[in-house]
């Protein structure tokens, strides 16, 4: 069994932006040597979230507006009580998740046709890290 | 170390639909091998989602509503303007998470008494895929 | 490869609660004696969930506001039918994920400076079930 961990350090120039992950990803399989096995990327802190879905900037547009509504930013959170102002982030992380399995099949990401990793900065603007582990044969 | 993998293809008759999985992993498990590990099994499209919850009907009618409630169908999307329409079935994926890994212990999902594997269908009625692949010795 | 599986009893006061685990679980990798791996930390129930975030009081609150204005409990489920009352657990489940995957590097866990794992009750006042499974080198 072979386990390969690498991590991402991402710094986005706005607070809240996405960054398509996938092609960072598929280097890092090839050099972990794993064959069939298992991904983990998943990011180190809890203002952020790691999905899978579309590469469409229309679709992006929408899931920011939809976070936003479920999610709201605004001055009312009791966390901010500790100095912080970035409440709706750590909701928003806890409503996409910060992390996905992506299957290791042959050498490659086993995803489906339309299928991408993306990193969702909630509260950026700073380095953030992400922690990408292979496992498998 | 032993790696398993199989491809299920479903195409629901209705649009949006939940189909019960567990029946179908369990010999899925037993062909793989593996006593101790894990399971992925993740949907390869990214408007449709993987659960784990409860084999209700009324529960189901509840997180049908929930989910119409929190991601509503309509027309007012961006991704719309690619030509698509389902744009809701993005976010209802987002919502509800595309995969799971179930664990397995001496050869069986370890699955607690009310625990179910769901696939939910957000955009249906065409061949869709999930991927599970079984990991372990 | 080395696979480890314990199995943790929580039993909370109140209905609705958070249990910090992170360090219950540090003991459990050491245990296992994997350097190199992934540790599953999965509610075995369909009412509960698991999630990484910040172990700070206020933003707990908000969490829990958070969730009432997302899945309220109340009286309107078709769940109920069934003689259940708590339908909106179901929902709150569904929404914070009942599992998570935790990365083990040289024998610890492998988290960011300020992720913690917290088990999420949701109908609780009577004994419910964690599965912890670790799987490495």
Known sequence: MKAHTEYLTLHTQKRR????????????????GVAE???LVSAMHITAGVFVNDDESGLHAD?????????PAGPDYHHHR????????????????????????????????WQR???AEFDGQRDKRIIVKVMGT
């Open 82 to 113: 500790t100095g912080e102002d970035n409440g709706d982030a750590h909701l928003k992380s806890l409503l996409v998740h910060h992390e996905v399995i992506v299957p290791i099949t042959r050498g490659r990401m086993d995803l489906g046709t």
């Open 37 to 39: 096995g298992f991904m």
């Open 17 to 32: 932006d996405l960054v398509h992950l996938t092609p960072t990803l598929a280097p890092i399989v090839q050099r972990s």
């Open 63 to 71: 899931i920011w507006e939809w976070l936003e509504k479920l999610a």
């Open 117 to 119: 990793v993306f990193y």
